[in-house]
């Protein structure tokens, strides 16, 4: 019975196809528009974080805001402290740094001077291209090496000359130091803007460059497999507790990644909900075309209850046209919509990231709008009253 | 005579027509026995189409008892009244009254299908049916694509599929030409003749007189 009403549904529909296209656009629309916002709403979350996250999720950095307070605490001793606290942490990297002019020759140029220990590079999953990185010895002894990013090597050295030379970084007077490495390019995370950086010993850097009152900010590196958002938790409870959370601020990709995924599934949620709004104007049209087709079909139905027919019969085979005709209207909106996601996403350069979980929803979704305003022209159809039904002109 | 298939009594049908009240049918005692061939008459407004309306169970009497092939169809629902019509009354139309989407084969089956039969025994009592009433080799073809007298015989064994105890005709001939009438009068005196049991209703004196029992229908009562 339910696949003879599929059957007469589509012959209905095939009947008038112009009617039943037009008709099916408020679902087409809606579905469509549902679709594609998901979609897209997936699509931009999962780029945003992917960009986060290559920042290195199992990093979390700490700046430690100018006040008395801080001073106190962000101490030399503060990462051993973090460690002996919080469980789950590789190591403490303190880093400090500043903009400063670089100069060779006539060239000059402005970038952002680190100092760093000498397994900075390695922690980070920095790769060193040209040179080597420098040594504990040359952090110890305070040498004058430096480190080059990418852009600045490629900016001051473009015949790709640089180790072996000197380098003047100014800070009140000009220092010369020994090119040592160049590094390989690395995308900038959120916080970090590698290519644009040179890397000077830490002991360097407090002692022959400025010596600050504070330390910079420590990089923590979360143990090889411990979740970086637990641990940035604890983290921050601990320096909430030990600290106060007016002393600093902290930075996790991994926070942010959760954070811009639920900002961006609000966001995408809340432009559904206003789409689903078209899918209920999309259901009025098909209660209106349901009921003109009721009317247009009353001989039908007086003819069809004379042979037999229930009125649960007649009720079931407009139900299944009007789910037949929203489900149709359903699966070309997935199409529309995933079509249009795909443009869209090819537009922005964002990965496609099809969520099939929506596909499913839309379809019940189309189901329910067809029963629900399927509903009254079915029950109309359903109560004629054969006699005059049959005598209808 | 065999037993009784419809049987009236006391069967009353009034309409409301604001402050009036229309009393269509009146009081009607009658019994039809198995294998009879009955023709209504009577003019119109008469209330014939009343009383083929109440015997096919399309409509239920204000008062009196109907009993359709031992049924009794007082207080039945609509969904009851609609498998009486389903199983017991084979319906024939001046009109013809067949869907118009659907091939001769289709509308045949359909009575099938809201007996609850499967599709290959539908389709099989189907063509069964329509090579019964001389249209083998038509089963294809819309209403459409059939003549009057074509699209009659198409009703007849659609009538006739589900092996009905009353094949229950109005006006039958009423909307085809004398030749083709006289057809459709023959097909129905030769299922008469195998022991079906024919109602039909009419105002041709021509078509009643085919009949082996006439009734008449005035002001809603019945006169002998």
């Known amino acids: 019975m339910i696949w003879e009403n599929i059957k007469l549904a589509f012959k209905s529909m095939m009947a008038s196809k112009m009617r039943t296209l037009l008709s099916l656009l408020g679902i087409v629309i809606g579905v469509g528009s549902v679709i594609a916002i998901l979609t897209l709403g997936e699509s931009a979350t999962k780029s945003i974080t992917q960009t986060i996250v290559e920042g290195g999720l199992e990093m979390v950095t700490i700046f430690p805001v100018r006040s008395e307070k801080a001073a106190n605490e962000f101490t030399e001793d503060f990462g051993d402290r973090l460690m002996a606290n919080v469980d789950h942490i590789k190591t403490v990297l303190p880093v400090n740094s500043s903009t400063a002019r670089l100069r060779i020759g006539q060239k000059s140029y402005s970038a952002n001077v680190s100092g760093v220990q000498s397994i900075y590079a390695n922690i980070l999953d920095y790769h060193v291209e040209d040179g080597e990185f420098f040594t504990l010895s040359d952090n110890l002894a305070s040498r004058q090496v430096v480190v080059l990013g990418s852009d600045v090597a490629d900016e001051l050295f473009p015949n790709g000359d640089a180790i072996g030379q000197y380098l003047s970084i100014f800070r009140n007077q000009a220092k010369s130091y020994l090119v040592v490495g160049v590094m390989e390019s690395k995308d900038a995370s959120f916080n970090l803007q590698f290519n644009n950086s040179v890397y000077i010993p830490y002991n360097t850097y407090a002692q022959r460059f400025i010596k600050p009152t504070i330390v910079g900010s420590y990089v923590v590196r979360v143990a090889d497999g411990a979740d970086s958002l637990v641990v940035s938790d604890a983290i921050t409870d601990y320096l909430d507790s030990s600290i106060g959370s007016d002393a600093y601020m902290l930075f996790s990709p991994a926070t942010l990644a959760e954070m811009a995924e639920q900002i961006t599934g609000t966001f995408s949620s809340f432009l559904a909900a206003i789409a689903a709004i078209s899918l209920l104007v999309g259901g009025i049209g098909i209660m209106n075309i349901m009921l003109v087709s009721v009317a247009e079909r009353t001989r039908e139905i007086g003819i069809r209850k004379a042979m037999g027919a229930s009125p649960w019969t007649i009720m079931g085979q407009f139900i299944t046209e009007a789910i037949v005709l929203t489900i149709t209207g359903g699966i070309i909106g997935i199409a529309l919509g995933t079509a249009l996601s795909y443009a869209v996403a090819n537009l922005l350069e964002w990965g496609l990231y099809i969520k099939y979980s929506a596909f499913v929803f839309a379809t019940g979704f189309s189901m329910l709008v067809g029963i629900f305003f399927g509903w009254y022209p079915a029950m109309k159809a359903s109560k004629l009253d054969p006699i005059e039904a049959l005598n209808y002109e | ?224």
């Open chain 2, 1 to 224: 005579m065999g037993r009784e298939v419809i049987t009236l009594v006391g069967v009353r049908r009034y309409f409301v027509m604001g402050e009036f009240v229309v009393k269509a049918l009146d009081g009607i005692d009658l019994t039809i026995s198995e294998g009879e061939f009955t023709a209504i008459m009577g003019p119109s407004g008469s209330g014939k189409s009343t009383l083929m309306n109440l015997i096919g169970c399309l409509d239920t009497p204000t008062d009196g008892i109907i009993s359709i092939d031992g049924e009794h169809t007082g207080g039945m629902s609509e969904a009851e009244l609609a498998y009486i019509r389903n199983q017991k009354v084979g319906f024939v139309f001046q009109q013809f009254n067949l869907l118009g989407k659907m091939s001769a084969l289709d509308n045949v089956m359909t009575p099938l299908l809201y007996g609850g039969v499967g599709v290959r025994e539908r389709r099989e009592r189907a063509k069964t049916a329509l090579e019964r009433v001389g249209l083998a080799d038509r089963m294809r073809h819309r209403p459409n694509e059939l003549s009057g007298g074509q699209k009659q015989r198409v009703a007849i064994a659609r009538a006739l599929v589900n092996n009905p105890s009353i094949l229950l005709a109005d006006e039958p001939t009423g909307a085809l030409d004398t030749q083709t009438g006289n057809q459709i009068m023959e097909l129905f005196e030769e299922l008469n003749s195998e022991g079906r049991t024919v109602v039909i209703v009419t105002h041709d004196h021509d078509v009643a007189s085919r009949a082996k029992r006439e009734i008449l229908v005035r002001d809603g009562k019945l006169e002998a």
